[in-house]
């Protein structure tokens, strides 16, 4: 039953903004990005409408076979200013450029539906402006994705990419936030008690989203025989921990004769000469090897032969890339964040910066092939229990109840 003096939502339309959310260049994309592509894919084979509106367009396979309506608006340039400045002024470009298209694809699945629920794909200023002023219509609810709590810029400044470049990051997080709140939007986060510890509070729901496997990552029956092998896979940058993942490494590589390979896109130019040179500098060429971006089917076959996925990164929401690894069997190493509580393993988690605590937990594993089978087959099996669709109908039935709301 309909609460009084509303209508039932039958037929919603949901219009997700990624202008700057999608991120891709070439065939890196990250994790926030495919999660909200896997849930567009979700809503959409549960009845909804549902439309995505990016600056470049996704990758064919991570909307293969589904029923959304891509609107590419192009490519946004980024400014010529120093790179510092410059990401930060692009979370702002794509909003100003194409604001009377977004206007307009958002005015018209307004008119054909008995509700439209307009969702930020990212926390960045640009995706949150677009659901701002396209909601001035009544009758729209209105859903932001924070992906993430970043941290203050006091928290490691230096290992998260330098002081400037945390302050910035902290400052366009913390104006979203404001945005998100005054313009009555539902935050939507994997951990959102994290807002309430930073001081955040917000009328009403909070959506309480979930990482969870796409099918092609879906946990496979462990392999019997795992190298002495390494790996992080993820984006190459400052945030992400690579810094310490070498310095981990120069630890490890005392005591054990192992390898480590580290694939994915470095953040800049600039970045991937400084991992290049801070290797050699450690002497660790012999045992580190760069790979940069690999396809899905050699990520696959790395995280299913490898031991060990040493990711000690310093801001994340759920770690999708943490999640693959465990449905593969490699077992985590990674920071204690609040992000990785699905995992369980709690002794696989270190104090955040503590580099030698790495190094140990790497160490204990590589050394007991019994201690690294058990752990390997208890995350695989801790694995099997996220379901995607089941996530996707839950935000789905609040969707409707937020357009009722906005009704009254």
């Known amino acids: 039953m309909s609460p009084q003096g509303s209508r039932a939502i039958d037929k919603i339309s949901v219009l997700v903004f990624m202008t700057t959310g999608v991120a891709i260049r070439g065939d890196d994309v990250g994790g926030g990005t495919r999660h909200i592509l896997a849930l567009a894919r979700a809503w959409g084979s549960l009845g909804a409408s549902v439309n995505v509106v990016t600056t470049e367009a996704p990758l064919e396979a991570l909307t293969e076979g589904s029923v959304l309506q891509l609107h590419v608006l192009g490519r946004v340039v980024d400014p010529p200013v120093h790179p510092r400045l410059g990401f930060l002024l692009s979370t702002f470009m794509p909003f100003f450029r194409y604001h009377r298209e977004i206007s307009e694809i958002s005015g018209k699945l307004s008119q054909n539906c008995d509700g439209l629920v307009l969702v930020a794909g990212s926390p960045y200023l640009a995706d949150v402006l677009s659901v701002l002023v396209s909601a001035r219509k009544s009758g729209l609810a209105k859903v932001a994705f924070l992906h993430h709590m970043i941290p203050p810029p006091w928290w490691f400044p230096r290992r998260r990419g330098g002081f400037v470049r945390s302050i910035l990051n902290w400052l366009q997080f913390q104006a979203s936030l404001v945005l998100v709140k005054i313009g009555g939007m539902t935050p939507a986060l994997y951990t959102p008690s994290e807002l309430a510890k930073s001081g955040w509070s917000f009328h009403g729901s909070v959506l309480e989203d979930q990482g969870w496997l796409s099918n092609t990552s879906e946990p496979r029956r462990q392999p019997k025989n795992r190298q002495g092998l390494a790996c992080f896979v993820g984006r190459v940058s400052p945030t992400k921990g690579v810094n310490d ?62 031991s060990i996925f040493l990711f000690p990164s310093y801001e994340e929401g759920w770690a999708i890339s943490v999640m693959e690894a465990a449905s593969r069997g490699a077992i985590p190493v990674v920071y204690d964040l609040p992000a990785y509580a699905y995992l369980g393993c709690e002794w696989t988690r270190v104090p955040v910066g503590d580099i030698s605590g790495l190094a140990s937990q790497v160490t204990k594993i590589l050394e007991s092939p019994k201690l690294q089978a058990d752990l390997s087959r208890k995350l695989i099996e801790r694995m099997e229990g996220f379901k995607g669709e089941e996530i996707a109908e839950r935000q789905l039935t609040l969707f409707r109840r937020l357009l009722q709301v906005e009704e009254r």
């Open 245 to 306: 993942v070498i310095s981990a490494w120069g630890l490890v590589s005392q005591k054990s004769q192992a390898d480590l390979i580290i694939a994915g896109k470095p953040v800049s130019h600039e970045y991937e000469r400084k991992v290049q040179v801070a290797i050699r500098r450690a002497g660790l060429s012999s045992t580190i090897k760069l790979l940069g971006v690999i396809s899905e089917e050699e990520k696959e076959a790395l995280l299913s032969s490898a």
